[in-house]
């Protein structure tokens, strides 16, 4: 009997240790023995180590552990005679819902194992990437401020002669104005143009040199935006064509703190490429402050820039595909470094046949 339940005579019992009472009851007859003279011999292999002797025919054991046991008995009658052992094996399992939550608890220490094991992993790998990227990242900026000297070496080798070539063209054609013919005359005029143009390249890329290698030297100072504004439209005023109109609109006259030259030539650059590139229309240049900063735009009525092209409009010897006029390719890509280096932004927005508009925006400069 294990617990409420009886098996009668059974061979072999296998039962959940959630069982509290295990009994084996039995029974031997001799016809020259009373019942209750009969002597019995037990033991459960397992748990008991030696033979035990009682007159009962009953045998209780109290929350037995999980494993095997067999239950041994003989009976012994008044002339000591021995029967044969009557044996039961039995077999106290772990109850399915235990084994059931054993195993779910097994799954989960493994997926946890297995999931910190995928974690430390990918940590290793993460590590070694991440080194590997340091160590390429090191070389490239290595490499690039090796480029960055070289440029500026040569452009500043090259700019002296270049600057002379200038110098001695323009003095030829002071001197020989109305001396020799209008061919020859073109023609020095045409060493001049050309001349003009291989020195603001050469001047655009060691500039550009400059910023990238971190030679830049600012001198910050307070900057009155409105005058600073005025000043670049009457430098460029007379570059503008006769169908266009050129206008400003100046909310407020604010001055901020930053480097006067480093922002004048970015506005030259804006304003430069808006007479470059519209022929008609107006070019509006516009000044406001929104919350801690001030907004300077340049908006034109050009042919534009197609959505696929303006992000791309600032990287180096960059042009708009169909629109390319007489340039470098530098000029954003320099005014871009050149507002990042005040601390500023600077974005373009563009509809092709509308025009463009480009807006920086800065705040005093924090070093």
């Known amino acids: 009997m294990v617990a409420d339940r009886r098996y009668n005579g059974a061979d072999a019992i296998s039962t959940s240790m959630t069982s509290g009472i295990t009994a084996f009851e039995y029974r031997g007859g001799n016809i020259r023995t009373r019942p209750e003279a009969m002597v019995y011999l037990y033991r459960l292999k397992g748990r008991d180590q030696e033979w035990q002797a009682t007159y009962q025919r009953r045998v209780e054991y109290q929350d037995l552990d999980r494993g095997d046991y067999t239950f041994e008995v003989q009976a012994v009658d008044r002339d000591l ?32 194992l297995w999931q910190a094991g995928r974690l430390v992993q990918r940590d290793r790998n993460l590590r070694l990437a991440n080194t590997e990227l340091e160590s390429a990242n090191r070389e490239i900026q290595e490499q690039t401020e090796r480029k960055s000297a070289f440029l500026a070496s040569m452009s500043h080798d090259l700019r ?150 303006l992000p791309f409009i600032f990287e180096e010897f960059r042009q708009v595909e169909g629109e390319k006029k007489e340039g470098t390719g530098l000029g954003l890509a320099i005014a871009r470094k050149s507002v990042e280096l005040l601390g500023g932004t600077i974005s373009a927005a563009s509809e092709v046949g509308l025009g463009t508009t480009f807006t920086v925006r800065i705040r005093d400069y924090k070093p």
């Open 160 to 309: 002296t002669p270049m600057n002379a070539i200038v110098g001695y063209t323009r003095i030829l054609q002071r001197r020989l104005k109305g001396t020799i013919d209008d061919r020859q005359y073109r023609n020095l005029d045409n060493i001049n143009t050309s001349a003009d143009h291989l020195l603001s390249l050469i001047n655009d890329i060691l500039d550009l040199s400059k910023i990238e290698a971190g030679s830049i030297d600012l001198h910050p100072e307070r900057v009155n935006l409105g005058q600073l504004i005025s000043d670049c439209m009457t430098s460029v005023r007379s570059l503008v064509g006769p169908g266009v109109r050129f206008e400003e609109r100046l909310e407020q006259s604010d001055t901020v703190r930053t480097d006067p030259d480093r922002l004048q030539r970015v506005m030259m650059n804006l304003l430069g490429n808006a007479v470059k590139f519209t022929d008609k229309g107006s070019i509006t240049v516009s000044l406001k402050s929104v919350d801690e900063w001030v907004e300077l735009s340049v908006a034109d009525t050009g042919p534009g820039i197609p959505a696929a092209e």
């Open 81 to 112: 005679t021995y029967s044969d052992t009557a044996r039961v094996d039995l077999n106290i399992r772990l109850p399915y819902e235990r084994v059931a939550w054993m195993s779910s608890m097994a799954l989960a220490i493994c997926l946890i």
